[in-house]
């Protein structure tokens, strides 16, 4: 069984900064893009930023010079480092990632995370 589990959120004063980590563990055969998504209260779940099997990444325009994303050798852990954070950050932030589970298998992309707040106090 396949899962995804987050760590590294907290509580942060503007301006500081978090490292959230997102590992994959199971059994599966390859792990193609990866995305970190944002939910706050009240608002619908946005993805924050992407990066592709071959490194290539993606920012939404409100996070971009500020989240790098990144994944490690083995593709099977990610990262996104938040600077100069800010209050409208503040949400719960989902890793999700395109899983194949055997070589015979379709990408799926429905592997998600539970979730770690962030809380970017003013």
């Known amino acids: 069984q396949v899962q995804l589990v987050e760590s590294g959120g907290g509580l942060v004063q503007a301006g500081g900064s978090l490292r959230l980590s997102c590992v994959v563990s199971?059994?599966?055969?390859?792990?193609?893009?990866m995305d970190w998504y944002r939910q706050a209260p009240g608002k619908q779940r946005e993805l924050v930023a992407s990066?592709?099997?071959?490194?290539?990444?993606n920012y939404a325009d409100s996070v971009k010079g500020r989240f790098t994303i990144s994944r490690d050798a083995t593709r099977d852990t990610m990262s996104l480092q938040m600077n100069s954070l800010k209050p409208e950050d503040t949400a719960v932030y989902y890793c999700?990632?395109?899983?194949?589970?055997?070589?015979?298998?379709?990408?799926?992309?429905?592997?998600w995370g539970q979730g770690t707040q962030v809380t970017v106090s003013s």
């Open positions: 999700n990632a395109d899983i194949t589970i055997t070589r015979w298998s379709r990408p799926d992309r429905g592997y």
């Open positions: 990066i592709t099997r071959g490194g290539k990444t």
């Open positions: 199971g059994s599966f055969f390859n792990i193609g893009d």
